[in-house]
Each structure stands twice: as structure tokens, then as C-alpha cells.
Nanobody
Framework: QVQLVESGGGLVQAGETLRLSCVAS????????LAWFRQAPGKEREFIAT????????YYADSVKGRFTILRDIAKNTVYLQMNILVPEDTAVYYC??????????????????WGQGTQITVSS
């Protein structure tokens, strides 16, 4: 089991930068692949980015590639999502997710077993 707690959401203006954090706790956190998803009102939860157990491998959705960066701090059991040049279409609840890392990358919501409570990001134009 792993517990995930996100933080760092808020209200920003278009073009600004924001960084989300997700602290993972529990036994053997190092076994888990970590990822970020988001869900906008009336839409399905969508994959954004994922990082491997070691932190050496990353994978991004095309919609955020070049603007968002996922980083894993092994010592702190924390995964970050650095978001640059935010646009109103990035408005959503952002979720941290984890799965045991048998294969990488995994991008489907159903691939992940553990979820945080989510943090809201609103980007105004």
C-alpha cells in the first residue's frame, strides 16, 4: 500500500508557472511508478506524465510535452510536476497516482492502483 498527498494547486494567470508536489508514504515506495493525471469538469481523467521507479525514465502526453516536467526525488519520496506557460485549458483537478512498476510507461487510468485526493488548478485568461 502507498498513500499519496498532493499539494501546490491554486489560481494562476495564463502564462504563469506552477509546481505541484506529491508525497508518497508507505512501505516500499521505491517499487512504485508514479504519475500525474488531470480531470477537467465534464471530461475523463487524462494522463499527463509518468516517471519510473529510479526516476531516470519519463513519459509525457503530447498535450503537455515541452511545457510540463515530472521529477522524482527518491530521498524525499516525492514527485513533482513543474508546469510552465499555463493556459486556461490546463484548468483541472490534478491527481497523483502510483502503480507497482512491472513495465514502463503506463498511461491508462486503470493501470494505477493508488490515487491522491487531487488538487485544483485554475488558470485564468
Amino acid at each position: 500500500q502507498v498513500q499519496l498527498v498532493e499539494s501546490g494547486g491554486g489560481l494562476v494567470q495564463a502564462g504563469e508557472t506552477l509546481r505541484l508536489s506529491c508525497v508518497a508514504s508507505g512501505r516500499t515506495v521505491s517499487r512504485y511508478q508514479l504519475a500525474w493525471f488531470r480531470q477537467a469538469p465534464g471530461k475523463e481523467r487524462e494522463f499527463i506524465a509518468t516517471v519510473s521507479r529510479s526516476g531516470d525514465s519519463t513519459y509525457y502526453a503530447d498535450s503537455v510535452k515541452g511545457r510540463f516536467t515530472i521529477l522524482r526525488d527518491i530521498a524525499k519520496n516525492t514527485v513533482y510536476l513543474q508546469m510552465n506557460i499555463l493556459v486556461p485549458e490546463d484548468t483541472a483537478v490534478y491527481y497523483c497516482a502510483a502503480r507497482v512498476d512491472y513495465s514502463f510507461p503506463k498511461v491508462q487510468r486503470t493501470d494505477y492502483n493508488f490515487w491522491g485526493q487531487g488538487t485544483q488548478i485554475t488558470v485564468s485568461s
